[in-house]
Structures are given as structure tokens and as C-alpha cells.
């Protein structure tokens, strides 16, 4: 409903409704529209991170070995709307950010969950840097933080024109932007 | 009142109430809500425009031969947040993605809004190519969508956690991607 309608045209009397369950009861576990949100986000969290598991114990060999800027690729594409659920979960996230910058409460959660991937990519960043794929002269938590700008700009203009922003374009000026990445120094 | 309490926040009522008219008058002009937040948008924009107008004459002459790559960083800066103006106009701009990528006439409104941008940083970009400042082996139109897409994505970050993105970081972080975008050939 939330990728659908948005976070403007949620209410907890049309949730319950697509539940077939009464508002009363909907609202016995979910006090609020501001609960139910969180719990959304969380769930997307959780299905993010469960997307994002090794599905075999080959696969799981395979990630433990890759370093450096394919793993960093790899996690950047992740984020992208390449296909219809990655725009559907980050139109939710999108959608989202209007009540996150309202309410103090979702604002530091959400402050805290890009800080947790910033730091995640800071070491992706740093591991390339070891291996002299980035340029070592700059802090690995800058390299992170440009990273997770040029991905959020990106997925913003591919909801908005998915037709500029086919799956090959995003992918073509993610590795333009990474290309830049390595080869940029002040 | 966008910028304090978001589009999810937003009442005719509360509008009315604050500019103490009554509900009925307001709705005489805006009758409801998505044409109250269309205008606001549309202030928004015509605010930006007048901001960037030179406002003396010898401004507008040394705008006139400024070229390439020095224009674009400036216009970029243009975006961000470095200020508390700039902070609150893109306050509103991130809220209103929410109802915009659930309203059709909004979304393509909102598309066109980011594809003129990205026309007029494509032609600075074209000018830094004719100047030797950017790569001509790259369409002008995707360097302007890599600057869009970092523009957006740093703008969202810095909205999040502006402690952790004061002016200077920005600025830093504008010029790393900018060198990168000068360096970068795949």
C-alpha cells in the first residue's frame, strides 16, 4: 500500500480494510499510523538484508572471497530500482523521507540506518583502497559518503523518469560514476 | 509550514488558520490540497530562479563570460544546503516526493522539473567538454545526470545529518566528485 498509495494516502482504516480485519484490532497492535510506518521500514530492512544472503553454501565461499570495488559495485547495484520490487521498496523509502524529516523520532532512525550503510561502504571503500583500486590519498569515509550520494540521486531520478533511467543506464553511470571514483584526485 | 511539518502535516485548515482566513475563503482559491501544494512548488521554484539572478550589473556581465566547469560547481552549490534557506527549500522539495510519485499530474510535473535541470547542466557540461575542463568522450547528458544524481543524493544525506555534512564537507565533497567527473574515463 505504501508503494502504491504512498505514506500521504495511508490510514490505518484502509490497511485494515486490505487486511479484512477491523481498525480496533489493527490498532491493537499498531497504536498509530507512526507505528505502523516503523514496522514498514523494518520489514523492508529485513528483506533487504535477506535479499542481499548468500542462497548457497557455494555462494556464501564466493562472497567470503570478493573484495575490493566489485563487492562495492555489487552492493551499490543492490540499492538501484533495476527491476519492479527494487522500485517499489525504494519508492517506500522515498516516500518515507517527508514524515522522517518531520517526525524526530524517524529522523534519527533514519539518520542512524544511512550511517550504518555509510559505514558498511567505508569499508568496502577502505578494502579497495588496499588493494590500490581507489585512490588512497582520501579518507575512506568521504569515498563512502560520495558513493551513497550518487546512488540516492540516482534512484530519486529513475522513479521519477524510468524511461531515462532503464536498468543499462543506471548501471552504465554507476560504473562512469566508480570510474571517476578511482581515477579522481584533487 | 511545508518546511516545519511536511506534506503529510499539511491541512487546508491549518493554512487557513495561519493565515487567519477562514477555510472556506482559502478553499476559494486552492480547492484542495494538491492544488495549495502545486503553487507552493511553483513559489519555490520562481524563488530559486530570482535567487540566482545576478542582481547588479556588473554581476550580470561577469555572468555572461563566465563558462564551464566553475559554472556548473556553481550551480551545483546553488542546490545544496548550506544555508538555513537552502535547508528548508530542500526540506520541502525531498516531502514532496512522497505525494509526487503518487499523484500522475505531480509525478510528471516533478519528472519535467529534473529533466529541464538536467538540460541546463547537460549544456554547462557540453561547455567544459568545448573547454577541455570535462571528457568529450562521454554524452554531455549523462555527466549532467551524474551531477544530478549526486547533487540529490548529498542534498538527502545532508537533510538527515546535518552535523555530520556542514557547508565545507559539502563543498569538499561536491569538489571529489567534480575532480572525479574531470578525471573519470572508463
Redesign the interface.
Known sequence: MLA??????LTLRAVAAELGASTGLLTHYFPHKRALVAHALDVLDRQAADRHRPATEAATAEAATARGLPVLRAALLDILPLDGEGAAGN?IW?????????DPGL?EE??ER??RARRRMAELCADAQELGELPAD?PAA?LA??A??????????A???PA??PPERQR??L???L????????
Open positions: 502504491a498509495r504512498g505514506f500521504g494516502g519508492r522515498v516516500g518515507s523521507w517527508d514524515a522522517a524529516l518531520t529522523t533514519h539518520a544511512y550511517r582520501r568521504d559518503a560520495l551513497q550520494s550518487f546512488t540516492l540521486g540516482l534512484v530519486v531520478q522513479l521519477f523518469a531515462e533511467f552504465a553511470l560504473d562512469d560514476f570510474a571517476g571514483l578511482a581515477a579522481g584526485e584533487r
